[in-house]
């Protein structure tokens, strides 16, 4: 086993669930998580799985630079009414990361992994949770198959190009110009102090609160060999996403998906009129902002889980498949 399965492995033991303080919130027995992996397309995705088969499904997808690992705390909260699955994407996490001679690493490609993942473990209907970069592969599924998507829930996941912070500032300039120069100037963003400071702490009112060991897992994974060129592939490719945009407004104005935003208010990357223009095509959006950052999940659990329950009674409720 690689020292990153090892350190991985070892973080398994933390997983456990930050318990609500009101019981009508959330069943005080957790459910348990289990580990597994799905051979897909030839590769190997890993996915952390929770809760009654039976029950509505939620597909949680992570973003840059993380992992599933993003969702340890919120899954159990979830778990005891409904089917929880959170797959780690390609080239990230414990999933497989093959060359890029052999995977094109673009969105599409991703978002056409995660389907024929969804259809190997066997989902046929389910609320998309989408952070960060999991919002144009959820997005793009839906495009795909409306009929399979019960509700979205946003963590910061975004749609729209009031969302772009100034923090995309070098990758569009990239986008732009795609030169060696640009493409080397975005290496900073891969570097261990920035996914610690810049994508972790950046905008936290209380940083003592963010578990360390989210960041420097993610800087281990980013250190596997070509790693960083997949990575740097990914910042070129989110060009397509912002080109798709048009038509996630579209999906929401013509099919009005019961849709939650909860929203870190303090993200440099995705800001706050990003979260508030759902609201503009879809009148069933709901949208929450907290005093947190990028990661709202590692400072904002419990508020977010209960917001999410709530939001899931209203629209997916635990009976209804």
């Keep these: 086993m690689s020292i990153s399965r090892l350190a991985a492995s070892a973080v398994f033991a933390v997983c456990g669930a930050v318990p609500f303080a009101n019981p009508a919130v959330a069943s005080s027995q957790a459910a348990a998580v289990n580990y597994r992996y799905a051979d897909v397309g030839g590769h ?91 919002a144009p592969v959820g997005l793009r599924l839906a495009l795909a198959h409306p009929d399979r998507i019960t509700a979205i829930i946003s963590q910061n996941g975004n749609a729209y190009e009031e969302g772009l912070g100034t923090a995309w500032s070098p990758i569009q300039k990239y986008w732009r110009e795609p030169t060696e120069a640009n493409r080397a100037a975005l290496r900073d963003f891969l570097k261990p102090d920035a996914i610690k400071s810049f994508q972790y702490l950046n905008g936290v009112p209380d940083t003592s609160r963010i578990a360390p060991e989210a960041y420097l897992l993610d800087s281990m994974f980013l250190a596997r060999p070509g790693n960083e060129e997949i990575q740097l592939d990914l910042f070129l490719d989110y060009a397509s996403n912002v080109a798709l945009y048009p038509q996630f407004q579209e999906y929401f104005r013509k099919r009005h998906p019961p849709l939650l935003a909860v929203w870190g208010k303090s993200d440099p990357f995705f800001i706050p009129p990003g979260a ?38 209203r629209n997916v409720p635990p009976d209804a498949k």
């Design 44 to 134: 190997k995705i890993f996915y952390r799985e929770a809760g009654n088969s039976a029950a509505p499904t939620i597909l949680l997808l992570h973003g840059f630079p993380t992992s599933s690992y993003m969702y340890r705390n919120l899954i159990p909260l979830l778990a005891d009414r409904y089917h929880v699955v959170a797959p780690d994407l390609p080239g990230f996490g414990l999933s497989d990361a093959p060359d890029r001679a052999q995977y094109s690493y673009t969105f599409e490609h991703l978002a056409a992994t995660i389907d024929d993942f969804t259809q190997v473990i066997g989902l046929k209907r389910y609320a998309i949770q989408v952070f960060d970069y999991g």
């Design 276 to 313: 508030e223009a759902f609201k503009r095509d879809n009148p069933n959006a709901e949208v929450h902002f907290y005093d947190t950052g990028h990661f709202a999940l590692e400072t904002n659990v419990q508020e977010i889980a209960g917001e999410i329950r709530r939001f899931l009674a």
